[in-house]
């Protein structure tokens, strides 16, 4: 989860209560002075002032949104309106302006004005059956988009006004959406095998509304899609490996500056883990081959102080710092074991990197050089205290270990009991990586004190509650995109919104499954639904950018499965993976694994957690769930023998958690079997049926294709 992607301009924000300021007006149809009042002003500029005319300074929405924000303690006054100062080069200019209240968009008009030099006034009425907060958007269209240099709140009776509540504006900026990542021509290289993906976004399934045959239509699309991201992700993991170090067989950080090192907090916390999965999923020997022995090799090299991983250099055969720093071997272990070992131990439950990962968070804790009224703790750093609180709510479950539960309480007080409270304490806190770990990690210990110790819980139940109203309350634009970095004490922000917002809302969505505190999961279900139409082609920047939003998206679609976020989904993972180049490397550092590990659950997603093994090219399984039966469409181009395998609920086997709460860097269940359940597996080819068992459906039911074509069957699940 790194960015490369850094926003100079910084938060515009003004909240004023009425104020006795008359200002005239530019139009014979506005009203005197003496008949209107300025609430609040603003002036619109860009900090760089590169966006000047006729000496007077602008921002144009081809560049930014323009998002005003009207609230009041109580109703808002009738007769509002904002009034823009709307620049021209004498010709016409056009934008669209969007009202939204707490219900959504109510109203959108496209505005179209000019045919003057210079600026004028511009007049927007409020509409008056909104209810407080109101927001507009002011949003570029055509090709002369609108731009002005002052934005206002006016009320036309000033008497009136004078006498109801007051009235605050919020003006933010927030970056237009540019063209999108660059093509890396990957699809041009694979022209018969792209055409496949091609038809799973053109084709629009022409069958019977809710039959079998839209069904199983409708699985193989999903097939097609599942496919794109193996194949994909098999050629990411190709590309990677032929840059390994020939001697180690270590992958590099990246492939520019930093292609002499592999280091702990990188390459091998966000890229070599979804190596491995890819591997797991398309290649058991190279898994059971090559990938362990990457694992063998970076425990015997590259483990400083006791297991705890230092950066290793290629050229030198040496760790590249001469003397370690403590305080370093901390920062990249815990981002080996948050962002790389945890989700490998997700899917794939006990194994030998599990084995790292818990040795790795030992040492941790036994260095731990913090000290605090509560007792040492690793850092003083949110980022990897937030991974911390994270990887022990977890392991918690997993291991039985009471210590793994005390060591996160022993965060949790110190930031919720303490002084360090994240928007009562903090002058700043990070929505975005590097800051927002904090946030879901207090909320993955609230989970797991609610279950395994009720008076921590209760201590803790305040503070949860106040962090997650705060972050809500300024930390949301009007679609519930959060914003890179609030300034929770002053409730202000930062224009830019983060790709990391789902990984926030991870945390408040968890913290409803506990309390059932309905505007958590309302807020939830807000974002998801004006993903499509509000957010739409937004560019978020690198492909490991668009990764970390979709994960979110993915993630809480899994909860609250909104059928516009769906779309959207379906349309952005092909940006994501834009940049691919025909080697199959994306961008050439270490963000290229989120890639991969963000595609894998979207292909998940479409095969609700089915697979096959042995995975091959020309296999496109897909699969969906609808009115209690699944559907499943397996394509094969030639004869084919192999297994075909069924989810578990790996939340309850792998962990033992006792809710399956959303969680970054989880890949979601769709369709599983647990061990109480048994399938009825129908072969519609050959119109046969057969019950398998749990244990069966995980180690594959064994098929054999002899001929090429689609195979399909419809599975019930059954309570035994």
Known sequence: MRTLFV????????????LPLA????????????EEKVIAEQILQDEEATQVYAGVRYIWLGRYQIEVTLNASAELPQNLFIRLKAGAKNDRRTFLARWQDKQGTVKEQLVEYGGYDGFRFLDLPVPNELSAPVTLRLLGKGSRQGFFSKVAVVAHDAAETA?????????????????????????????????LWQESADTEENVTADGPEQAFRLAARHGRQAHEMFFRCRKYMEGWLAQADPKTGLIPR?????????NPEDAAADNYPFLVLTAFVTDRPLFEGRMLEMLRTETR????????????????????????????????????????????????????????????????????????????IPSDNVEVNGEQLQVLSRIYWLTGEKKY????????????LGSHHPTRDFPDLRLRDHGCEIVSGLCELYVAVSFAHAEKADAYRAAIHEMCDRILEVGCDARGMMYNVIHPQLGTHDPGICDTWGYNYNGIYSVYLIDRTSRYREAVRRVLSHLRDDVGDYHWGSADEYADSLEGAINLYNREPIPSAAEWIDRKIRDMWKPQR????????????????????????????????????????????????????????????????????????????????????????????????????????????????AQKAWSGLELHLPDPGEYRWIVTKHRR
């Open 7 to 18: 926003l100079a301009f910084r938060c515009v924000l003004v909240a004023f209560l009425l």
């Open 23 to 34: 200002v005239r007006t530019a139009t014979a149809n506005q009203l005197t002075a003496e």
């Open 163 to 195: 006498n109801s509540s007051s009235v605050e504006m919020k003006v933010s900026l927030l970056l237009a959406t540019p063209q999108g990542p660059v093509d890396g021509r990957f699809a041009e290289a694979y022209p018969e095998i792209a055409r």
């Open 254 to 262: 990246n492939l520019t500056a930093s292609r002499d090192i592999w």
């Open 301 to 376: 090299l590259t483990s400083r102080l006791s297991a705890l991983p230092d950066a290793w250099s290629f050229s030198k055969q040496d760790f590249v710092r001469s003397e370690p720093s403590l305080a370093a071997l901390i920062f990249g272990g815990s981002e080996y074991v948050k962002d790389g070992l945890l989700p490998l131990t997700e899917y794939l439950g006990p194994s030998p990197w599990l084995e790292r990962l818990m040795a790795i968070e030992n040492a941790i804790w036994e260095h731990a050089p913090i000290s605090t009224p509560f007792g040492p």
């Open 405 to 416: 539960l005390e060591w996160a309480e022993r965060l949790g007080d110190y930031y919720l």
């Open 582 to 693: 025909p080697d199959g490397i994306i961008e050439g550092w270490h963000g290229d694994g989120n890639v991969a590990r963000t595609a894998l659950m979207y292909a998940f997603w479409k095969t609700q957690g089915l697979r096959v093994e042995p995975w091959r090219e020309d296999i496109r399984l897909g699969a969906i769930f609808q009115k209690g039966q699944l559907y499943v469409n397996l394509t094969v181009d030639r004869p084919w023998t192999g297994r075909l395998l069924f989810d578990r609920p790996r939340h309850k086997h792998f962990f033992h958690l006792p809710l399956d709460y959303p969680r970054i860097n989880q890949f979601p269940e769709w369709f599983t079997v647990d061990e109480n359940e048994s399938l009825m597996v129908e072969n519609v080819n050959h119109g046969e049926r057969h019950e398998v068992a």
